[in-house]
T-cell receptor, first 114, second 114 residues
Framework: AQTVTQSQPEMSVQEAETVTLSCTYD???????LFWYKQPPSRQMILVIR??????QNATENRFSVNFQKAAKSFSLKISDSQLGDAAMYFCAYRSAVGDKLIFGTGTRLQVFP | ETGVTQTPRHLVMGMTNKKSLKCEQH?????MYWYKQSAKKPLELMFV???????ENNSVPSRFSPECPNSSHLFLHLHTLQPEDSALYLC?????????????FGPGTRLTVL
């Protein structure tokens, strides 16, 4: 069975600085998708960024980028130029290329200080 | 209303009560999901519906009974719950098909079982 591990329960960063959130996963599959979701306090979970396992190029969405290391089964999220609005729970998630199941990690709470 | 909506937002019930959670999506999606989010645990997928047919039941106790009358609506009927069922229940929707497809989440129903 696939598992997703986020080893950092909490992280903090100063405004305008860069922070990296870690995620590792375990799977025997070769084709899958990885996601980072953001859940602000009392607000809906939204997709931040996604990566297809067959693509070697790391995904980027504005200030958000990933470091995808397939052999190491690592999928970290880098947030550049952090903003106060980035404060939230961040969840790493895995989805097989076949099937409906989205498997989440336990999340990392990110605090952003002015 | 836009996106994915859930009602009620908060629910307190006794162990002998029967209640229902409602989810509605306004995105033209054809797959809908129920997740359970408990403190310090990963989000747990409960049920998946594709084109109104249940395609996943993640070993959920029978005191949780889902219903999907059409592609836009999803219900979770609750009966004889236990205090450990207290959690945030999230609904999500997506286009059925490739696992690449993003899941859109509702704001959740905060359930407290006394």
């Amino acid at each position: 069975a696939q598992t997703v591990t986020q080893s950092q329960p909490e992280m903090s960063v100063q405004e305008a600085e860069t922070v990296t959130l870690s995620c590792t996963y375990d799977t025997s599959e070769s084709d899958y998708y990885l996601f980072w979701y953001k859940q602000p306090p009392s607000r809906q979970m939204i997709l931040v960024i996604r990566q297809e396992a067959y693509k070697q190029q790391n995904a980027t969405e504005n200030r958000f980028s990933v470091n995808f290391q397939k052999a190491a089964k690592s999928f970290s999220l880098k947030i550049s130029d952090s903003q106060l609005g980035d404060a939230a729970m961040y969840f790493c998630a895995y989805r097989s290329a076949v099937g409906d199941k989205l498997i989440f990690g336990t999340g990392t709470r990110l605090q952003v200080f002015p | 209303e836009t996106g994915v909506t859930q009602t009620p937002r908060h629910l307190v019930m006794g162990m002998t009560n029967k209640k229902s959670l409602k989810c509605e999506q306004h995105l033209g999606h054809n797959a809908m999901y129920w997740y359970k989010q408990s403190a310090k645990k990963p989000l747990e997928l409960m049920f998946v519906y594709n084109f109104k047919e249940q395609t996943e039941n993640n070993s959920v106790p029978s005191r949780f009974s889902p219903e999907c009358p059409n592609s836009s609506h999803l219900f979770l009927h609750l009966h004889t719950l236990q205090p450990e069922d207290s959690a945030l229940y999230l609904c999500a929707s997506s286009l059925a098909g490739p696992s690449y497809n993003e899941q859109f989440f509702g704001p959740g129903t905060r359930l407290t079982v006394l």
